[in-house]
């Protein structure tokens, strides 16, 4: 059973999976060679020392495997060390990513079930069959199952880009008959397939980072490219409609200094741009009151990237005098 | 019967209601006094001469004024001209502003009680009577059914600005439920006061322009007072919550560089902002497509506030194979 | 007599008051409750610990708030420390807000007098009652005594608000003969009234910090309603120069960009905002000066709010060759 | 006696001084060469033509050459026309700038004394005689009496430069005193050698334009050379006095995207950067609300450089109400 | 033979080709229909009026057809007009676009040539065959022949993607060896394949305008896919190469702010961006020199885009005290 | 011999050379005076501590400082420190800079012959003469030698300003010739003088930083300066040459933003600007790469001046596909 970093506490004995964040090798004073480890899952990372048979482990395994780790806890200078005697390398299929990555409260087949049938409302044939080509590969369904969103910003965690995927989806069906003359079929396939090339753009298996691809190209680029290689296996899917769909994509960001490599120039771009906007800045915001506001704050701490902190009502005013929404 | 500007051709004898856009002075080549007019409705626009009795006239009326005119119709260098035999100011009381100003489609009474009747959602005590008390006060409904939204961007039109108010508070009830924990009462009584304050940006009797307290002081600040009177009227209304009312008014442009005095710092504050973008956006632009894209164009002309052209999707080929929404 | 807190000498027994900066439970390694503190004055401040009798001191005050303390100075790994005995809450009347926050060398009773005479040179009747109802007002003027300019950029001191008042003030009178057609009246009220929400935007009696209020509205809103309270007050105040005055508050800061809800629209606005920008910034750079040249160096460190460094000319040299002025 | 253009109606005989604005050769439909002139002064334009004798005249004179015209204005569809039957090119000194350019309405003598008066005031020897240099050569002293400060934006006409340059050494002399330590000397030869060098970055005998130089190489530097060499004239000019007057010159605009080649980085930089611009903002503004307030209207036209437009309270009731101040 | 529209005279009768720029049907004062063209090519444009026949004609042609035209030139209203009595459509193939267009000064084939050659020095094999794809490829190389760099800024004219591009490919050339270690091969790609999807984001048979793919893609992307698709051609195209080429296409406008999607992350692609850059700013700039500097003047009128004007040293001056270089 | 900062082992007798980075005096816990001190040298830093004689030592050398230090490396806290027995000041001259202080690895007189060399292509003789008389000026040449370029971002070394300003030249003559009427004189001029101020604007004989007139003026002014004192040895030197080449020294940055004084307006000009920017570019990021890719990585850590990361290919895979370029 999986011991987590931050459960440890001097003395244990310690015999669990870890990633290997860092990995230096030194010597100690009396000369001898010993092997630094920062060893991390979800909720924490401790330091590990190997201080015997360094020769045998030290090609072992290497930075960003999973390892399985048998040693004890001891105090060093007020940090806890794990003395470590025993390490191996473990297999990525034998162990569950939710032990080492934050991964989605949600149900992921449950979630994608739901995706396929927002697909149903598509009547467009072309559009539908496309969509379909996307369910029907398994190995994209793999791998969108369980990437992230983004690295830190909103949904960064596994399952993070489908089920922001499906919230745009759901939002794009709450609002579309809002407004007269609007394309249903092209906002429900641009929300499906907005942020398509997230799926190579970061690296998520070891730890949430940015793929070679993913920086030099874009998760844009990678999406228009997935997006081709699809339309080329259908026979005849017009150019027109094609040019749209890639529109959309490459419009979802909304400005320039966003990062989109066009404004959205049809009505369904600029509306699939604000609410994907809405549920990234929302979701990510959320994510962001769940650790950082101090307690008995009613500020969190400051936001970064955002530039300014938020303020949480006090929720026991609220309770008493307002309706608080249950999520639907 | 009203006869509108663009209807007149030459040799026409014209008796009709016109608005005074322009009056200038002038003298003939053989020293008389003449009078120079502009003469406009919601249709067009016709120039005026009056080259008889110039000093009866002279005083009877004065630009932005309603008044009723006598003439013929006749061409002089290409251009149609109005000679008048007679005019005289009339009273706004007795004309229909529609006839001079473009107006909502929409019903303007039925508008008003499907925002009171999403009033009724609130159940905070306080907030609700906050809303019952702009609904009662007779002259703040007068003005807020048929102020614009804006002088150009979007909903510029007579009844613009509650038909916006209620396409935003229509919004907040169809996402609201999208996102766990928020506040529906902030929502709906941000939605429905954002905007408080248009009522007196904007003079709207005459023409769309701002008014002098509108640019000297700007909608945000000028719905903060009104809200503020309000909220005085009320016995122990809770000052977080009037704070909290207030910061939305003041942060739904978003950004400063849009003019938001501050950013959206509760998680409602940020919807709002959202919600209220996309319809203003959406709204905007639908309004400039019906009269910006060149017949045989997919392409409307270059949208100078926004940068950019918008492209309009062949309709035709969209009826055959899509499924476009009728506006629910 | 107060004790400073950088005074305190290792084996010093210590009795004096403190502020609460820090209070956190912990348990020492046999297993036994103690309390880290720390504790700050006005020129330092000093780590404690409470190792005796925690569940007799735990609950008896809290972070933020004034406290005597008795106990002794240790030094703890090179750090002194004060271990310690007793400790008790006290009343915030009893003491010396100067001993714990900076505050202005000025006399303040001198600063509101003079404040009150420049006040005299208002003419118009409405504008001058308008002066006078602050000055009537006791509450206002209490907090407009000890109020902070800023949290930090200039005059962040105690009393530094009625500073910087009179110091615009001193300017719009030395100035405002120097161009023609200004209006006095107006340029005094709005010296006067422009940072009047400070009063209310900061917190200043445990930190110098935002108020609640502050961060969610600003001190321009803050100030517009302290002004239209006291304006309704008065009986046939004319609108158009209510609007004026509110103006004025609403565009000293210039520009956008740098929190302004309104250009300057009139002269007087113009004015107002260049005479309080270079008071800011000058005091501001001469509070920054005062700590912030390396002895021995003719440059300041980095400033990083406005992202540069600035230059102290060698005085001696001055001194022999040119002609500084002693403030007026 | 000169006759402006402006005054001139139709059948009058004309016999004035005028600037060539525009000078165009044509062929009339009789295939007869013509010349076809714009001819100007301070308060207007009017067409020329020369009908008649046209080899004798065409190289009698250039575009932006004084010339003396005699001619008889007609009316030729609508627009007024002055046929031409003799015209001669006229010596720029023989005439009186005055007519042709708008000018200071101050005495000019009268400025230049006063600057002087406010040069006593340094007492640092070096200073002192860098600006005697200035004001004891000629050359410089007979551009600078003309020059503009600008080509339009403020104090655009000939004498501005030396009004705006008096006004701003006046504004120092209000304000030094106000804050302590300050350096009278350096901030009064700032104040007076801040814009030097737009005595040859505009061209203003024929049109206000830039000069080559001026274009190429900016006022700033053009100032920096023109201190430079007088600097090189005084035996043992402090080399770290001289950088400081450099410095004020090169960050009088204060931001880099003002123009500034530096930011303020002494006291007396940011203080001289503070009322330059205040004098220049100032003093464009009410030189724009002269001609650009339509009668009957309390709003300026449109400024396109400061992208605004500015109210103008109804002086009627200020004047009842209100101290206006009277320019000291 | 053609007659150019700028060397028609009154009273010509004309024969030749012309575009239609515009085409609208009109009714004369006496009932009578009538159509009014604007009839263009490289040189000019010229009115065109179809008084007779109308039926017949107005279905024969369309705006931006070319048509062989008939008629004869008349003077109305000072402006020349040609009244046509016979028009007809003429195909495209049949006549030279050069004589619609401006067209680059160089040798088409010349040019081509050259860019094979210079293909020559890539040795990476997948490199290399993918540039032969594109010479080998005729419908592609037909385009590249012809289209313009831009619309307006560099270029613009026919043939002008292909010397941008031969120049481009040349300065790399020049500058690969002055720096130690670049890629040569990645850099000659980079510069031959950088504006690849111009070929389709400009429409430029009829006039120089943007596609709707053009606008609703841009080149980059376009570009992108052309690529995507040779590639795919090719068996083994190492997935690592591939990303670098696009990586170069995707960043060659360096920031984002310029349209760029991605900066550059390679050397290469820092390289590829300047030269491209200055390539583009040169000749934009020596292309407006040609026409935009008055006579007699060394300044340039103004320069929109580039928001400044440039100088023009006196030529005469130079050629006697310097060497100007010609051409390689 | 130098004995590096890096290399000190613990227990070594130490006896070198060292710079003093920071001296600062304390007292130990028996009240005996030490000092403490940090030298560096090119290669690394280590602590210095003098415990006896203190009162002989603290005025025999100060802070940048260049010192003869005898001593025994120790082991204090984990960190290694030297016990100075004996120390004194050594004059700069007797030493090695480039010990000190990282340094260009080309020769420097080599450089220098090559830009002689280059001078020889300007052909006007003005330009000819004035490049002259920089290389006839030996205390020009002596600095000009040693300088580096920038304090951090490209050619931060001693002799970088020479190696920057040879490959400038050299990109100037390699590209002169792609475009044609090019004024080389103009271009190689311009080259040579680009960065000429920054000789005085870094002080670097005891660490690189700015010099108070570097700071105040800018490299930019200093070197207008340069150039005029020598222009003024010149006895007919042209204005309008002069004004072009000061020109060529004020745009070179480009733009505003990036520090330019004045836009290239010019086409030499925008061709400096250009080769410079991608010289400082390209050799800076060079720079970067040499320390800056964590080994087994491909990717730069974050350059935080252009806010991004960098990417190397793989060598070795390049090795073997590409033909990769050794310098010229």
Redesign the interface.
Known sequence: MKIFANEIKENDDVDSLFLVKDKVSGVTKNGNPYLKLKLGDRLGEIEGRIWNSVDLFIEAFQKEDFVSVKGKAVSYQDHLQLNIGYIKKVDEETLSLSDFFPVTEKDVDQMVRALIEISQEV?????SQLLHLFWEDPSFLERFKIAPASKQLHHAYLGGLLEHTL?VA??VL?????????????LVVGAILHDLGKVYELSYHRAFDYS??G????H??LG??ML?AKINQLADFPK??S??V??LL?SHHGQ??W?S???P???EA??LH??D??DA???G??QFLRTKVPEGS??SSYHPL?D???????PK??EE????????
Chains 1, 2, 3, 4, 5, 6 share one sequence.
């Open positions: 009547k467009e044939p072309h559009l919230s759901q939002l709450k609002n579309v008959d809002h407004y007269k003359g609007l394309n249903l079929d092209l070679d691809e920086r030099l190209l874009g844009i680029i228009i490219e081709e027109d409609l040019t749209l890639k529109h490459l320039y200094i990062g490599h066009k404004k120039m049809i009505l600029v509306i604000h609410l906007d809405m800045k929302v979701s915001i959320q009613r500020w955002l300014q902190s938020f303020y949480v009502p006090s005013q609220e005098q307002s309706n608080i929404i249950e999520e639907s």
